[in-house]
């Protein structure tokens, strides 16, 4: 069986889930927010006996977690707490216990993951991504993370502040923040990077963006005319705009983007590039869950399909060496 820890709301899943039910492969969708108001979990160990591992959400006949041979880690939901817990301290025990023991679950399955979630939450980091790009041989911009207020103004003083971008960490629907170009008035706002650490980067100009997915030795390439948006320092500000096409990549990039998903342990990511005017492939970041519909939707690469093949085959794969 394969487990797509997810939720409903997520059209990623939602469109796997219809692959693999074309396919004829046993899928479940397991969203975490259930727990543990809605869910309940049963971790069995017996003298002599394997562990018995089970999750019941009330509805459907026990999640056997031994049934699974394939695990896509999809963008988990965050645990919910009872309502009928109040005091704020029991609240944060509550939350602390339940994380402790589902980390500690997913250590213990023998499965194909996409991705392992200690490699994917590595992976995500973006100081740890740049350092690992350098390494495989991708080129990277210009960086410096800090909170210093001086080491950020000499940063800019040394690219221009036309030639400056920053962005954050971390962006999420309800709080987006979208790289910047920095705008001179801007320079009088330092003092605050004191409060927090802030990436800087040089400006990297582009013919095109790029989305890279990677899928276990499936690469789709994309390329994304963001000159052609009203936002060319971001693309995903005004998506509907910009042409999307498909892409081919040299084949030392390719071999390079391999490198870098071995070493960061990941079967499947999103990565962002920008091809220069110059003719430069400039690695930007990688995102572990990133999304690929929007890129399939206008490009007609079969994405979805290569995905739910993926899948589907280490599923089979384990089944068949267990017999």
């Avoid at 219809?18 to 397991?30: F, N, P, T, Y």
């Avoid at 993370?145 to 080491?151: A, F, G, L, R, Y």
């Avoid at 519909?293 to 490009?299: A, G, I, K, N």
Wanted: with cysteine; net charge negative.
């Amino acid at each position: 069986m394969i487990l797509i820890i997810s939720s409903e709301r997520d059209s990623h899943s939602m469109a796997v889930l219809d692959g693999l039910a074309r396919v004829g492969a046993k899928a479940k969708l397991l969203d975490l927010s259930s727990f543990p108001e809605r869910m309940q979990l049963s971790l069995t160990y017996h003298v002599g006996n394997p562990p018995d591992h089970r999750i019941r959400n009330g509805v459907n006949a026990d999640l056997v977690l031994a049934d699974c041979g394939v695990v896509w880690w999809r963008r988990p939901q965050s645990f919910q707490i009872h309502p009928e817990i109040t005091n704020a301290a029991y609240r944060d025990f509550a939350l602390s216990e339940a994380q402790e023991a589902f980390a500690g679950l997913w250590l213990t399955l023998d499965v194909f993951w996409v991705n392992q979630p200690i490699r994917d939450q590595a992976a995500a980091r973006k100081v740890y991504q740049l350092r690992v790009a350098q390494d495989v041989g991708l080129e990277t911009p210009v960086t410096l993370v800090t909170n210093s207020p001086e080491d950020a103004r000499a940063f800019v003083r040394a690219h221009g502040p036309d030639r400056t971008i920053y962005k954050a960490f971390s962006a999420t629907a309800q709080h987006w923040r979208e790289t910047r170009l920095l705008k001179p008035e801007e320079l009088e706002l330092f003092d605050n990077v004191k409060f927090a650490p802030l990436i800087f980067q040089e400006y990297v100009p582009a013919r095109v963006d790029l989305r890279i997915t990677m899928m276990g030795e499936d690469v789709f390439a994309a390329a994304i005319h963001s000159q052609e948006t009203s936002y060319a320092v971001d693309f995903r500000m005004d998506m509907d705009a910009g042409r999307v096409e498909a892409f081919e990549l040299p084949s030392s990039v390719v071999e390079r983007l391999h490198a870098l998903m071995d070493r960061l342990g990941l079967v499947y990511g999103a990565i962002d590039m920008r091809l220069t005017p110059d003719g430069r492939y400039v690695f930007l970041e990688i995102n572990p869950a990133g999304q690929w519909l929007f890129v399939e939707h206008r490009t007609g690469q079969p994405m979805t399909e290569a995905f739910v093949r993926l899948l589907a085959a280490h599923d089979e794969g384990r089944l068949s060496s267990q017999n």
